[in-house]
């Protein structure tokens, strides 16, 4: 009858020194990956990030064009990198609100975007609602501006674009005192004009978007009530 041969007495000693041997291959290989991740990261802040650098002084109220600035690999710590214009941000046209001297790193609190993409002022009028369709205006409607002085209504402005329309609210409860303040794009010519009807005081906006607007339209004599004078 066969007997079972017993456990060999060395089997464990093998064993421990197969597990010993192993354990300095795995601290090694850890070191290893350790300084290959810190090689990594030291290369990726010598790199830096790029960031928009004045080309030239830069003065207030400059647009920013191509030939103003250069993107340049800028090494610093992320709390400075956060206030620095990346080099892939929308920097283009934007407004220089303070002096930039060539070579240094552009912050985000100098520049601001213009007031329009095209060049033209931006301008806010106070309105009433019931002169101004009943507030019903949006962003990206037209508008004329028709005013009344001397017995003759005509248009000042015509077919201007509105930028923003908001409420003046009353107090704390934050009912609508019944104004508006209309913010419009306008050019020079335009802003003048308004400012004239402002100061008379006599003026109605007429929402014509999508129709054409009352540029070249001949003024016409109305009465004191407002109908049209014969």
Same mark, same amino acid.
């Given at each position: 009858?066969?007997?079972?041969?017993?456990?060999?007495?060395?089997?464990?000693?093998?064993?421990?020194?197969?597990?010993s041997?192993?354990?300095?291959?795995v @601290? $090694?290989? +850890? /070191?290893?990956?350790?300084?290959?991740?810190? #090689? &990594? !990261?030291?290369r990726?802040e010598?790199? %830096? =990030?790029p960031?928009v650098?004045?080309?030239?002084?830069?003065v207030?109220?400059?647009?920013?064009?191509?030939?103003?600035?250069?993107? @340049? $690999?800028? +090494? /610093?710590?992320?709390?400075?990198?956060?206030? #620095? &214009? !990346?080099?892939?941000?929308?920097w283009r %046209? =934007?407004?220089?609100?303070?002096?930039?001297?060539?070579?240094?790193?552009?912050?985000?609190?100098?520049?601001?975007?213009?007031a329009?993409?095209?060049?033209?002022?931006?301008?806010?009028?106070?309105?009433?609602?019931?002169?101004?369709?009943?507030?019903r205006?949006?962003p990206?409607?037209?508008v004329?501006?028709?005013?009344?002085?001397?017995?003759t209504?005509?248009?000042v402005a015509a077919?201007?674009?509105?930028?923003?329309?908001?409420?003046?609210?009353?107090?704390?409860?934050?009912?609508?005192?019944?104004?508006?303040?209309v913010?419009?794009?306008?050019?020079?010519?335009?802003?003048?004009?308004?400012?004239?009807?402002?100061?008379?005081?006599?003026?109605?906006?007429?929402?014509?978007?999508?129709?054409?607007?009352?540029?070249?339209?001949?003024?016409?004599?109305?009465?004191?009530?407002?109908?049209?004078?014969?």
């Amino acid at each position: 009858m066969d007997r079972p041969h017993p456990a060999s007495p060395g089997h464990p000693q093998r064993l421990q020194r197969r597990h010993s041997r192993r354990a300095p291959l795995v @601290v $090694a290989l +850890a /070191a290893l990956l350790g300084l290959v991740g810190a #090689l &990594v !990261a030291l290369r990726s802040e010598a790199a %830096g =990030r790029p960031v928009v650098v004045a080309a030239r002084d830069l003065v207030p109220g400059a647009r920013l064009t191509a030939g103003d600035v250069q993107v @340049v $690999a800028v +090494a /610093a710590p992320g709390s400075v990198l956060a206030h #620095l &214009v !990346a080099g892939d941000a929308a920097w283009r %046209g =934007r407004v220089v609100t303070a002096p930039v001297a060539a070579g240094e790193p552009v912050t985000r609190t100098r520049l601001r975007p213009a007031a329009t993409d095209d060049g033209r002022r931006v301008m806010s009028i106070p309105v009433d609602r019931a002169r101004a369709v009943d507030g019903r205006l949006r962003p990206g409607d037209r508008v004329d501006v028709v005013q009344a002085l001397d017995g003759t209504a005509a248009v000042v402005a015509a077919g201007l674009e509105v930028l923003a329309v908001a409420d003046d609210a009353d107090g704390a409860l934050g009912a609508s005192r019944g104004r508006l303040t209309v913010t419009l794009a306008v050019d020079v010519a335009e802003s003048q004009r308004l400012t004239g009807a402002l100061a008379d005081g006599e003026f109605v906006l007429t929402r014509v978007t999508g129709a054409a607007p009352g540029a070249g339209a001949a003024p016409i004599g109305v009465g004191r009530t407002g109908t049209v004078a014969r």
